[in-house]
T-cell receptor
Framework: GENVEQHPSTLSVQEGDSAVIKCTYS??????FPWYKQELGKGPQLIID?????GEKKDQRIAVTLNKTAKHFSLHITETQPEDSAVYFC????????FGAGTTVTVRA | DAEITQSPRHKITETGRQVTLACHQT?????MFWYRQDLGHGLRLIHY???????NKGEVSDGYSVSRSNTEDLPLTLESAASSQTSVYFC???????????FGEGSRLTVL
């Protein structure tokens, strides 16, 4: 299946700073790239996604950028807040949605 | 509101026993998935289904089976539970593929 590598595995940021998580994938045919957020004790929830016909998508404080040539896409969170503390997963489908290993983000007050 | 529910939320069982985890969704989604989540491995696909009577193996299907007799349900069965199957299991559904996955709250299974 699709090989998805996600970095870093943990990320600690000061409240108000930015956080960036990067994922690389191997299947050049992939054209849908979602990011999920998982809060403690809950299932993952989609926060933003991008399709290969665009290079960037924003939704308030979060954005996703895609570089199809380099086969990587990134999640950007600006002006981080305590409620942004969670585990974030990227995914790159080979029609079955392979997930990255996750990034634990901690926002320090 | 439409939703996806898993049961039980927590279960402790013994090695060798058969265990079934239930998943029920009310969105009428054709696509349903089972994942397991373990530290350091993220979410790994166990089985998936694109419609009634359709089932497919995922990345880590050994020791697991599913059946899809209606649109709403995709039960996951562990034929003979092993300690290596101690994990948190998530069921998900989607309207389109690829598309947004809607996850249940998870079922934590401990095999002693």
């Amino acid at each position: 299946g699709e090989n998805v590598e996600q970095h870093p595995s943990t990320l600690s940021v000061q409240e108000g700073d930015s956080a960036v998580i990067k994922c690389t994938y191997s299947d050049s045919a992939s054209n849908y790239f979602p990011w999920y957020k998982q809060e403690l004790g809950k299932g993952p929830q989609l926060i933003i996604d991008i399709r290969s016909n665009v290079g960037e998508k924003k939704d308030q404080r979060i954005a996703v950028t895609l570089n199809k040539t380099a086969k990587h896409f990134s999640l950007h969170i600006t002006e981080t807040q305590p409620e942004d503390s969670a585990v974030y997963f990227c995914a790159a489908p080979d029609y079955k949605l392979s997930f990255g290993a996750g990034t634990t983000v901690t926002v320090r007050a | 509101d439409a939703e996806i529910t898993q049961s039980p939320r927590h279960k402790i069982t013994e090695t060798g026993r058969q265990v079934t985890l239930a998943c029920h969704q009310t969105w009428n989604h054709n696509n349903m998935f089972w994942y397991r989540q373990d530290l350091g491995h993220g979410l790994r696909l166990i089985h998936y289904s694109y419609g009634v009577q359709d089932t497919n193996k995922g990345e880590v299907s050994d020791g697991y089976s599913v059946s899809r007799s209606n649109t709403e349900d995709l039960p996951l069965t562990l034929e003979s539970a092993a300690s290596s199957q101690t994990s948190v299991y998530f069921c998900a559904s989607s309207e389109s593929q690829p598309g947004e996955l809607f996850f249940g709250e998870g079922s934590r299974l401990t095999v002693l």
